[in-house]
């Protein structure tokens, strides 16, 4: 075993002894705790009890799936795995381009099979168990089929043309796969919300009235001018809600989960968009897409050093060095780096959060609105309200709630 086999196996057991660690912690904290004064009359006793076994449920299911990454991929590894399937596809044809789709299309598709009974289990036991799920299994199928039809349509030809540059164009090949997979990515945000969106969901624009009235009065404070506004079926789907913006420059659209408008005041739901409208107004979005060029440019510039070393080969015991088999073990040595970048990522995106409420206080004129959202959707969702501090570090795109309120109501 080299040197870089070794650091891959060492990072996957830490990886998982410190998931298991922080998922132990968060789970005694949850069943030790009461439910916090700043919740009490929304999230009843009954409510909390519930929440617990709703997020043991997801553990078990969790701990089962994350048990299995980690015995089935070293054992792929260490039985020869990647060498024998390089033996297959280099049998089919001589084009390097088409082993290269070949040998990662492979992979992703075993890695997709092997998550699918876990996400099927997830949607019809748990959600289901909760009444969360209100998908039918033939949703569900179409979902499937749509995101792997997408998959390929999309991931397939720009696979193929990394392939190609890595293939052809020698020391500046880095800088053109950057080049290349940044122009891709804005396009298809770009289109997301007109092309892509809407073959998952139906987008039907918010009807005239008093609450898009009080929503475009309160765009217009913020100086923020709005006209697509969309209620989106997310019912079809899940009794959870959301609410969200997408696309950028002129294509930018709202959209509210019609589950969201069910459950929330006129007021309340201001004051949910005051605080996305906070995100765009405080340069978060153009922020976290600086930050997304930064990350492709450093990943394909050390992507441009790496591939050439032939440890990187040999760790996973090949004999010759096919650039698609280098992209995937490039991926590989770096998903523990990648796991360091998101607990930065996550703590960055924890204090856009408490900046996004203070903008939306600061425009609604009060907290009160947002901090009874706040409320209703922690409670609707079962989410747990007392995390442990090293589960949130890890995992938390969004502070615990508590601190949300108590920061609105200071
Ligand atoms: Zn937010």
Do not use: C
Not at 34 to 60: C, G, I, M, N, W
Not at 280 to 298: A, C, D
Not at 381 to 408: A, C, G, T
Request: no cysteine.
């Amino acid at each position: 075993m080299n040197i870089i086999a070794a650091i891959i196996l060492l990072t996957l057991i830490v990886n998982f002894l410190i998931s298991l660690i922080s998922e132990h912690l968060n789970k005694k904290k949850m069943f030790a705790s009461k439910v916090p004064a700043e919740l009490a009359d929304t999230y009843s006793d009954e409510q909390f009890t519930k929440a617990r076994s709703y997020y043991s449920d997801r553990l078990k299911m969790s701990s089962v799936s994350d048990a299995i990454a980690l015995v089935a991929f070293p054992l792929f590894w260490f039985m020869g795995g990647f060498p024998y399937l390089e033996s297959v596809v280099s049998g089919t044809t001589d084009s390097e381009i088409y082993r290269g789709l070949l040998f990662v299309g492979i992979l992703v598709f075993a890695q997709f099979l092997i998550g699918l009974p876990f996400s099927v289990y997830s949607t019809f036991v748990i959600e289901a168990k909760y009444g969360f799920n209100k998908m039918t299994p033939k949703t569900f199928i179409q979902d499937l089929i749509k995101s792997i039809l997408l998959s390929i349509l999309i991931g397939l030809p720009i696979l193929a043309a990394i392939l190609w540059v890595f293939g052809e164009l020698g020391n500046y090949a880095w800088l053109t796969g950057f080049l290349l997979v940044t122009t891709i990515s804005l396009i298809l945000s770009y289109i997301a919300p007109t092309w892509i969106m809407p073959l998952f969901n139906k987008f039907v624009p918010l009807e005239a009235g008093s609450l898009r009235d009080k929503i475009i009065t309160m765009a217009e404070k913020a100086n923020f001018p709005l006209t697509n506004i969309f209620v989106i079926d997310g019912s079809k789907r899940s009794t959870k809600s959301n609410a969200f913006f997408t696309g950028f420059g002129k294509n930018k659209r709202i959209a509210l989960y019609d589950t969201l408008i069910q459950n929330h005041s006129e007021e309340e739901l201001v004051a949910v968009l005051a605080h996305e409208i906070g995100h765009y107004k405080l340069k978060h979005i153009t922020q976290g897409m600086v930050i997304g060029f930064v990350h492709t440019f450093v990943l394909f510039f050390l992507l441009g050093q790496i591939m050439q070393s032939e440890m990187l080969y040999s760790a996973f015991y090949m004999t010759n060095m096919p650039i698609y088999a280098g992209l995937i073990f490039f991926g590989i040595l770096f998903s523990p780096i990648e796991s360091i970048l998101s607990v930065m990522m996550n703590s960055r995106s924890r204090r856009n959060e408490f900046a996004a409420d203070s903008f939306a206080k600061k425009l609604v004129g009060k907290g009160d609105y947002l901090i009874k959202a706040l409320k209703k959707l922690s409670t609707d969702n079962l989410s747990n309200p007392v995390p442990h501090p090293l589960y949130v570090m890890l995992n938390y795109s969004h502070p615990p709630v508590v601190e949300r309120i108590r920061k609105l109501a200071e």
